[in-house]
């Protein structure tokens, strides 16, 4: 049990660290809307996202605000219980990658009232919607639940042993 504990601390915690200080440094280096060219199709873009993925949604007020935080504080929490409740291997380790980045944007969003974006990747004149670490670990989360579902064999998933 102890391994494990440990073993999940620092898959939820070093990409939350990893993604707040990587905000940080962009709140503080970067213009907010004026890209700094990294290489053709990608720049570093200080954005900040009042709603919920690419900016949908966005709130309005100071209760959407709450509202919208308090929603993503309930997932975060359900997605902590579910993670705890799991044994299987192949499903925690995504879920708690996941629930890192969630976390660390709940963390942004309510010390900025914003999540903060920098990530801007293009092709022309075309942008894919701005994004930042935290986005970057949901996504794999997301990913890795997947390939635990419908890659995996049921035979292949390795489970807890209670003395992990």
């Given amino acids: 049990m102890q391994r494990r504990t440990i073993a999940a601390g620092l898959v939820l915690g070093v990409p939350f660290a990893l993604d707040l200080v990587v905000k940080s440094l962009a709140q503080q280096w970067l ?16 954005l900040f996202n009042p709603g ?3 900016g949908l949604f966005p709130v309005g007020s100071a209760t959407g605000l709450v509202v919208m935080m308090t929603l993503q504080a309930m997932l975060c ?3 902590a219980l579910y993670a705890w409740a799991q044994r299987e291997k192949a499903i925690v380790w995504p879920l708690l990658l996941l629930l890192s980045g969630a976390i660390a944007n709940l963390v942004d969003r ?3 009232g914003a999540v903060t974006d ?12 701005a994004f930042n670490l935290a986005d970057i670990w949901i996504t794999l989360g997301v990913a890795g639940l997947i390939a635990a579902e419908y890659v995996l064999k049921p035979k292949d998933i390795q489970r807890f042993d209670k003395s992990e």
């Fill in 110 to 112: 309510f010390m900025n």
């Fill in 77 to 79: 929490f359900g997605i």
């Fill in 52 to 54: 919920v993925s690419f």
């Fill in 31 to 46: 213009v907010y809307g004026e890209p700094w060219a990294i290489v053709l199709g990608f720049n570093l873009t200080l």
């Fill in 118 to 129: 920098y990530l801007d990747f293009y092709v022309g004149t075309l942008h894919w919607p």
